[in-house]
């Protein structure tokens, strides 16, 4: 079984430029989440998908940060302008439903911004 | 606020067993509880999760305390590859509420 795919794997990037992220989540998962994990922290969530639909996005920093998940299946995480705080590993995740917390997580996108 | 509390580091030899514990002493009649696991450069990974029975699958088992205040998650043979931090999170199964948030976890060190 494929995994939650994510790219790209590594991105570098100035201040105040802008990034996206991509994430293709495990065949049939219905809830998607994003995870913004910075050096040393446990992963934070920063929004949670229900098919198209949001969540929870009460972490989102919605100034500069957006998300979008197209038809339900793949999803994007955008950053414009990028700060040096925003400088973590993205992860991305999928479970089969809404119940129940089983999920599968990427092996993320390590974003760092000079 | 922090929904539960684990040390911040322990180890253990290779080959015998990792007791891992987290304590969660506000947790509602409606809140499970997760073990997951990060290896360095890697993403989560799902372990274990019960409500208040002792649960055992194929990576671990979970012990839960009758009052449900505390838990241990067990790793009956620890390997190097088991060198990890170990996530223990609360939460409703369903619910507005209802949502893995991830502490700073458990640093558990296998040594050969």
């Known amino acids: 079984e494929a995994g939650v795919a994510q790219s790209p794997r590594y991105k570098i990037i100035e201040k105040r430029q802008s990034v996206a992220f991509w994430c293709n989540p495990i065949s049939g998962h219905a809830t998607l989440y994003w995870y913004q994990q910075i050096l040393g922290q446990g992963p934070k969530l920063l929004i949670q998908?229900?098919?198209?639909?949001?969540?929870?996005d009460s972490q989102l920093p919605k100034d500069r940060f957006s998300a979008e998940r197209l038809k339900g299946v793949d999803s994007t995480l955008k950053i414009q302008p990028a700060k040096l705080e925003d400088s973590a590993v993205y992860l991305c995740?999928?479970?089969?439903?809404?119940?129940?917390?089983?999920?599968?997580f990427g092996q993320g996108t390590r974003l760092t911004v000079v | 606020d922090a929904k539960t509390t684990q040390p911040t580091s322990m180890d253990c030899a290779e080959g015998r067993a990792a007791n891992l514990p987290c304590n969660h002493s506000t947790i509602s009649g409606n809140e499970y509880v997760y073990w997951y696991r990060q290896i360095h450069s890697q993403g989560p990974q799902y372990i274990i999760h019960?409500?208040?029975n002792n649960e055992t699958n194929e990576m671990a088992s979970l012990i839960i305390t009758e009052d449900r205040k505390s838990s241990t998650l067990i790793l009956p043979h620890a390997t190097l590859r088991d060198t990890a931090v170990y996530y223990c999170?609360?939460?409703?199964?369903?619910?507005?509420?209802?949502?893995?948030?991830f502490g700073k976890g458990i640093t558990l060190s296998v040594r050969p």
């Open positions: 998908f229900q098919n198209n639909g949001v969540v929870d």
């Open positions: 999170i609360v939460t409703p199964y369903t619910g507005a509420n209802s949502k893995l948030t």
């Open positions: 995740a999928s479970s089969l439903a809404w119940t129940g917390f089983e999920a599968f």
């Open positions: 019960g409500l208040k």
